[in-house]
């Protein structure tokens, strides 16, 4: 029997999967470089090959739909707005015109200036964003080389696709025989990859670096969607209890569904709004799905990756298309949050410590027409339903006075103008450093809801990179110096009469939400993955019971002593979470 093989990496969509792995191995073109004497000529070759390019995407995107009725299928349009580049096209034409190269060359050579922009950031987010250029790119080449037809590949039924990384078109054509599982080589839970996997239900895991180089077509494969492992040629015992695990786990998902339509309030009474994050205008229609009350914190950096900066029209479209479709509940707006280890693509400025640097509100504020534009689309977007802004990384009041200082001139332009919006917009602020939360009680004054980001802020109140392999045993979000901050924020907002919530992981972490409500948090977000299963912890609760633990959780010296405690009496009186803490591997 063939040696038993344990692979970890990111654990990109939920769910226990065993098959039979199928290698897919890279499409690649060679493209040799020629002089052409036809320069226009050589310019309409490449302007047909752009327009049957984008012809093919966008039934390819349709036909998505169709198949999976998902919204997701809307990640095409990320690869549409690269073929339609203004500064892509234009370079690519440029080097016709000028070194008289042929176009597929010519189309190489300015999609490389784009991929060497995304390649060394430190951004997940960002970084990810390669593989919809390169998809592109084989698109554009076979249509450029004579339009040779696609190969699809033959996969049987069930099987476990195995990839160094995998294009969205690719994950597209798995859908045909219905596939078990995805592991790959790159990726992260930001890529395209991961997102279509999770809004078809198929457990992958990503991230693994040489899952292609250990495995072989027919391989016996194990994919732990949850634990961020893979398993391959599994031992009879470890096959038994992983089939057992995934009927365990359906059984549970199946558990979860009527948690959809239920309130999310303790069993004395207490309410939390429990909302959605999104990092894509699509994944709205999962929110609606699960029955979430409204968008927590809908991040804007998507529009911005691209080599040209999105103008208002197209972010007008997207942020009143959210706030359409969730109203009467409310769409919490995040400025753009780039900059810094998020770098723009189209900036040429890197810093020596980004996660200290030139980022979000501090970017923005520098670059006042890029702000500007936002945030009057965003006002626009008010008209068509509850819209609310919300500042990224605060760490003083004077960001917020500026800000306020500009979306006072857009409002009394867009009046002059009897341009509709709602005049009593709400102003909030990320607190995600400990200055932001020292000072909440001040800062409450000046804005209308704080919203805890408690990944960044357990990064930089413990000084650690939790994507740093030596010092990412620091990061603890139940360290007590985070629980102190967060209860002095709510405490703050409170005060001032304001609400506070948490749209961070802690958010959606059963060790730490009956902590939170112990603190009074009046709402968390999370990924629409996550509702139901939050519902069910909150519902199995009482906040009697929460404010006891806030109290006791204080007074440890240690996040472990604190997650020790909270698992103690967890396992001791509430079941319903011990499952909770089960399904994920917890426990």
């Known amino acids: 029997m063939p040696k038993s093989i344990t692979l970890y990496g990111i654990a990109a969509s939920p769910g226990i999967a065993l098959g039979r792995a199928k290698v897919i191995f890279p499409r690649e073109f060679e493209i040799i470089e020629y002089e052409i004497t036809d320069i226009e000529n050589e310019i309409r070759r490449f302007r047909n090959a752009l327009e049957k390019t984008e012809k093919q995407l966008e039934q390819l ?27 892509l096209i ?76 995998l294009a969205p078109s690719d994950t597209f054509h798995f859908l045909k025989p219905k596939i078990a599982g995805i592991a790959t080589d790159l990726g992260s839970k930001l890529s395209h990859t991961s997102i279509l996997a999770r809004a078809l239900g198929i457990p992958a895991v990503v991230g693994l670096r040489n899952i292609v180089s250990n495995v072989q077509d027919g391989n016996e494969v194990i994919i732990d969607g949850n634990q961020g492992r893979v398993i391959i040629n599994p031992d009879e015992a470890t096959h038994r209890a992983y089939e057992k695990r995934r009927k365990e786990l359906l059984e549970y998902e199946k558990g979860l569904r009527g948690f959809d339509q239920l309130p999310c309030v303790t069993m004395d009474g207490y309410e939390i709004e429990l909302s959605s994050n999104i990092d894509f205008v699509e994944e709205v229609e999962e929110a609606i799905k699960h029955k979430s009350k409204g968008i927590g914190l809908m991040r804007t950096e998507f529009l911005f990756l691209r080599s040209t900066l999105p103008n208002e ?38 810093d020596a410590n980004p996660f200290l640097g030139w980022r979000a509100i501090r970017f923005t504020l520098r670059h006042k027409d890029i702000m500007r534009t936002q945030l009057r689309a965003i006002l626009r977007a008010s008209k068509f339903g509850n819209v609310k802004i919300m500042l990224p990384m605060i760490t003083h009041l004077n960001e917020i006075l500026l800000t306020k200082e500009i979306i006072d001139e857009l409002m009394n332009e867009l009046k002059k103008k009897s341009i509709p919006f ?28 704080f919203s805890i980001g408690s990944n960044d802020l357990t990064q930089y109140t ?46 959606s972490d059963p060790l730490a939400i009956p902590i939170l409500i112990g603190f009074g948090i009046d709402e968390l977000s999370v990924p629409p993955l996550f509702l139901a299963e939050v519902k069910k912890v909150v519902r199995s609760l009482t906040r009697t019971e929460c404010e006891e633990f806030a109290k006791t959780v204080l007074d440890f010296a240690t996040g472990e002593e604190v997650s020790a405690y909270m698992l103690k009496e967890i396992e001791a009186k509430f079941p319903e979470i011990q499952q909770v803490l089960k399904m994920r591997g917890v426990v």
């Open 313 to 350: 029209e197209e972010q007008f479209r997207a942020y009143s298309y959210v706030a359409e479709k969730v109203q009467p509940y409310s769409v919490i707006i995040r400025t753009l949050d780039l900059g810094g280890d998020k770098i723009f693509p189209m900036g040429d400025f890197r």
């Open 61 to 87: 995107k349709k036909e998505f739909l169709k198949r999976t009725e998902s919204k997701h299928a809307g990640i095409f349009d990320a690869q549409l707005l690269i073929l339609r580049d203004e500064k």
């Open 90 to 165: 234009n370079s690519t034409i440029k080097i016709i015109r000028e070194k008289k190269r042929n176009a597929e060359y010519a189309f190489k050579v300015a999609l490389e200036e784009i991929i060497l922009t995304f390649k060394d950031l430190e951004s997940d987010y960002l970084r990810e964003r390669i593989a919809d250029v390169k998809d592109v790119a084989l698109r554009m080449f076979r249509n450029l080389l004579g339009g040779a037809h696609e190969k699809e590949h033959e996969i049987p039924e069930g099987s476990i696709i195995i990839a160094h990384d």
């Open 422 to 449: 709602d005049e009593n917009i709400e102003l909030g602020i990320m607190i995600e450093t400990p200055s932001a939360a020292i000072c909440a009680q001040k800062l409450a004054n000046y804005i209308d809801f």
């Open 462 to 507: 413990l000084a650690c990179d939790r994507a740093n392999p030596r010092v990412s045993y620091l990061y603890n979000p139940l360290h007590p110096a985070i629980l102190k901050l967060i209860k002095d924020t709510i405490d703050a907002a409170h005060s001032a009469d304001k609400w506070a919530g948490v749209c961070g992981e802690m958010a």
